[in-house]
């Protein structure tokens, strides 16, 4: 990362994959080696294996709104605490899951698998249902937005830990329809 930054005069970003042992304490010695960005996450390429003809197949997987959960989580648990900006890519579809990106706390939010199913056009439609969206909720800026549903400004911080968990299992018992609120 260092060899990479003094070769370069532009800021470098660096795409994480999600799979370090732990990722703040990995994202802020990036920070310290000069990453001016963060971009969480990556997915390595997942190619299947055709047990007939002992092939190796390609496979374009692309990705939901599902696959928003772990970028949302983390980047929510970064804001505010490591020295860079940050940008969520995986599962953004549509202007309600930009937008939570951005009250995580990213700077931007980033679209590949949608706008391969949909079209370019898609970034405009977007872009209109997310301003209205701003001006209906009030929002003078992006800025406003920006990690006001981080860790560090929503009411219970504890929401974003593992030991929600218990939380959510007692919710669940109450309610054996699996629905957890
Ligand atoms: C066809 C395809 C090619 C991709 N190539 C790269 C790549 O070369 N480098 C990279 O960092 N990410 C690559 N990605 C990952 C995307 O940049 C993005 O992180 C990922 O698709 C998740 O975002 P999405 O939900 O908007 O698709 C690729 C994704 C797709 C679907």
């Not at 070769?7 to 994202?27: M, Q």
């Not at 505010?80 to 990213?106: C, F, H, W």
């Not at 209109?128 to 701003?134: D, F, G, S, V, Y």
Request: charged share 20%; hydrophobic share 45%.
């Amino acid at each position: 990362m260092q060899l990479v930054r003094e070769a370069v005069s532009i800021p470098v970003a660096v795409k994480l994959s999600p799979f370090f042992t732990s990722t703040a304490h990995f994202a802020n010695e990036l920070c310290r080696a000069g990453a001016s960005g963060l971009v969480l996450f990556n997915r390595f390429y997942q190619p299947d294996i055709d047990i007939h003809k002992l092939d190796v197949l390609p496979r374009l997987h692309l990705f939901s709104s599902e696959d928003l959960a772990l970028p949302l989580r983390w980047i929510a648990m970064l804001y505010g605490r490591i020295p860079a900006d940050l940008a969520l890519t995986s599962g953004v579809q549509n202007y309600e899951d930009a937008i939570k990106g951005l009250m995580a706390g990213a700077s931007v939010t980033m679209m590949a698998s949608e706008l391969l199913k949909k079209g370019l056009f898609r970034i405009q439609e977007l872009l209109e249902a997310m301003n209205l969206w701003l001006e209906e909720h009030e929002y003078d800026s992006i800025e406003q937005l920006q990690g006001s549903m981080s860790q560090l400004h929503v009411a219970d911080p504890t929401a974003f830990e593992r030991a929600n968990y218990m939380k959510v299992l007692n919710a669940w018992r109450d309610d054996p329809t699996g629905v957890i609120l």
